[in-house]
């Protein structure tokens, strides 16, 4: 086997790779919270009594 090992600059930019999905990944998410919390507030706002 000829089979060499990843240069540091390679192992850095695959790092670089998974941080960047794993960002994508919790900007998602947090999209995701962002709609649920304005669906919360728009349904709270919506069932709350109004002053007369």
Do not use: I
């Amino acid at each position: 086997m000829n089979e060499r090992s990843p240069s540091r600059l390679e192992l850095l930019e695959f790092g670089e790779r998974v941080a960047m999905h794993h960002l994508e990944q919790v900007r998602r998410w947090k999209a995701d919270e962002l709609l649920l919390q304005a669906e919360r507030e728009q349904g709270e706002a919506a069932s709350s009594p109004r002053p007369e």
